[in-house]
């Protein structure tokens, strides 16, 4: 199940070009922000991090929301989420499907290295063939390099934080900032 937030429907780009024709200017602002917390949905109910929801870097000035769609189709935006603290759940949508409860929490492990950091450019990591898309983006700071990578099948959508087993031999890198 994709994971849905009411009102968030930011453009979603199949490729480097479009994603940076759309966005590049926001993205060219980021460089040297310091990032001052990252953000990931926790579900409550299942206690885990929810995969498909996007990690929210909050900055100086500004939110970064980086995530996917399927299709190998990524969604960036800058200020578009509601960072209510509890959020899409708990209750049932107007199909009568029942929502888990997620709640924004910073406590993730893998991203605390990061904050406090400074941006100091970022990639796309762009697959070419049959199943081509942009599969990730790896955000450059001082303190190293942050990948978010999707690591789910072609149709479906998971975030992977620094993930080890994706093939990168199959990924161009394409300099966005």
Same mark, same amino acid.
């Given at each position: 199940?994709?994971?849905?937030?009411?009102?968030?429907?930011?453009?979603?780009?199949? #490729?480097?070009?479009?994603?940076?024709?759309? %966005?590049?200017?926001? !993205?060219? *602002? +980021?460089?040297?922000? =310091? &990032?001052?917390?990252?953000?990931?949905?926790?579900?409550?109910?299942?206690?885990?991090?929810?995969?498909?929801?996007?990690?929210?870097?909050?900055?100086? #000035?500004?939110?970064?929301?980086?995530?996917? %769609?399927?299709?190998? !189709?990524? *969604? +960036?935006?800058?200020? =578009? &989420?509601?960072?209510?603290?509890?959020?899409?759940?708990?209750?049932?949508?107007?199909?009568?499907?029942?929502?888990?409860?997620?709640?924004?929490?910073? #406590?993730?492990?893998?991203?605390?290295?990061?904050?406090?950091?400074?941006?100091?450019?970022?990639?796309?990591?762009?697959?070419?063939?049959?199943?081509?898309?942009?599969?990730?983006?790896?955000?450059?700071?001082?303190?190293?390099?942050?990948?978010?990578?999707?690591?789910?099948?072609?149709?479906?959508?998971?975030?992977?934080?620094?993930?080890?087993?994706?093939?990168?031999?199959?990924?161009?890198?394409?300099?966005?900032?």
């Amino acid at each position: 199940m994709a994971f849905e937030w009411p009102g968030y429907d930011p453009p979603a780009y199949g #490729d480097a070009q479009s994603l940076l024709a759309g %966005a590049g200017i926001d !993205l060219e *602002r +980021l460089r040297g922000a =310091r &990032i001052c917390n990252v953000y990931s949905a926790w579900d409550i109910e299942a206690e885990r991090w929810c995969a498909s929801s996007p990690v929210v870097f909050e900055l100086e #000035d500004t939110r970064l929301e980086i995530g996917f %769609a399927s299709g190998r !189709l990524l *969604r +960036l935006s800058i200020d =578009r &989420i509601q960072m209510n603290p509890s959020l899409a759940g708990g209750g049932q949508d107007r199909g009568g499907v029942r929502r888990p409860a997620y709640e924004w929490r910073t #406590d993730r492990s893998e991203l605390a290295p990061y904050v406090g950091r400074f941006i100091l450019g970022a990639d796309f990591l762009e697959k070419s063939g049959d199943d081509r898309g942009i599969v990730g983006i790896c955000v450059r700071t001082d303190a190293g390099s942050l990948e978010l990578v999707n690591v789910a099948p072609a149709d479906g959508v998971a975030i992977g934080i620094n993930p080890q087993d994706y093939d990168k031999t199959r990924m161009k890198r394409i300099i966005a900032i």
